[in-house]
């Protein structure tokens, strides 16, 4: 492998030097299952996900912060030479997986938008936010209006996002070298093909895979309207082509007519939850800011210059000067611990 061959973004690279194994992550194609299972084949540290300060509305979903990882580099952190020992020759395996792009693009709007997740309420303030749907066709006509972007992608910043990108360009195909890039209908495949590959290289048993589902609705054919499928095909059509998708069968369709007032009401659970976890992310990142302020000042007022030996300082001025620093470095220490706990 060569730099120029390189995925377009750093962080969606990960890399097991010893198990001889690239993988290429796409979002909204099983890739927080597939995190997991590498995290865990590279010994990575759980609770380090977990413990990161972040706008994520669960525990799986930490695996997403690329700063957490301690054992797994990116492509694009190796040199020439290390690069150049990535071959299917010298007996690595680079893979990815793609997904439906109707199903992705549905799955993206959901999880990100209709979800209202913190981070995308933060990013994208203008963009045309869902309604908290009381009944199906509230989900319908929103999904359909979203879907408008499609239309005129130049004016849309939300499409340079990669949970809406082209999966072509996500993965660069056509110039990065994949082993095989895989659909989700075949994970089965994929976890026989991993095997395979680790068993020679001392691992016996795979770890398991975690299911992961942010989103709770599958998409209807009322969602999924011949209008808004045109808008998906034509936009995607490199993808459906180049990965052999079926545009008029998206995969994971619910065959239901309209959707339940149960799982509705979990929308609007969740929106609620994502929204006080924004919240507690903006109160956390406000504290720690101002701990690291205090922190300086402590720094400043312990490495202050003692009074000039110039000027003449009576020694109740002086005991008077120490106590207020005193006074001052105690308070900010307090502080410091305080915005700590």
């Not at 690595?92 to 913190?118: C, T």
Request: charged share 30%; hydrophobic share 35%; with cysteine.
């Amino acid at each position: 492998m060569r730099r120029h061959e390189l995925p377009p973004h750093k962080t969606a690279t990960y890399v097991l030097p010893d198990k001889k194994l690239v993988y290429v992550s796409v979002p909204k194609a099983a890739c927080t299952s597939l995190k997991w299972l590498v995290a865990d084949l590279q010994g990575e540290s759980r609770a380090r996900f977990y413990t990161t300060l972040s706008e994520e509305t669960g525990r799986s979903m930490t695996v997403h912060r690329r700063s957490r990882w301690q054992h797994t580099p990116m492509l694009h952190q190796l040199d020439e030479d290390q690069l150049a020992e990535i071959t299917p020759d010298n007996g690595w395996f680079v893979f990815g997986v793609v997904r439906h792009p109707a199903s992705r693009f549905w799955s993206g709007w959901q999880s990100k938008m209709l979800l209202h997740e913190p981070r995308f309420v933060r990013r994208y303030p203008d963009a045309q936010w869902p309604r908290i749907p009381s009944t199906s066709s509230d989900v319908e006509e929103d999904f359909a209006r979203f879907s408008e972007v499609l239309d005129s992608p130049e004016e849309q910043p939300i499409l340079r996002d990669r949970h809406f990108m082209r999966q072509t360009d996500l993965l660069r195909l056509g110039t990065t070298p994949y082993d095989r890039i895989y659909q989700t209908s075949e994970m089965g495949q994929l976890l026989t093909d991993l095997a395979e590959h680790l068993r020679p290289l001392g691992v016996s048993e795979l770890p398991e895979m975690p299911h992961s589902n942010e989103t709770p609705l599958r998409p209807t054919r009322s969602v999924l309207s011949p209008a808004v499928l045109e808008r998906i095909n034509r936009y995607y059509a490199d993808d459906m082509e180049r990965f052999g998708f079926d545009p008029d069968n998206p995969s994971g369709m619910d065959q239901r007519e309209s959707y339940p007032d149960s799982e509705l009401v979990e929308i609007s659970r969740l929106v609620e939850r994502g929204e006080r976890i924004g919240d507690l992310a903006k109160m956390a990142t406000s504290a720690r800011r101002e701990r690291a302020k205090l922190a300086q000042r402590v720094k400043e007022l312990e490495g202050a210059a003692p009074a000039s030996a110039k000027a003449p300082v009576s020694v109740p001025a002086t005991r008077t000067r120490r106590r207020v620093a005193g006074a001052a470095r105690s308070l900010a220490r307090r502080a410091v611990r305080r915005l700590s706990r």
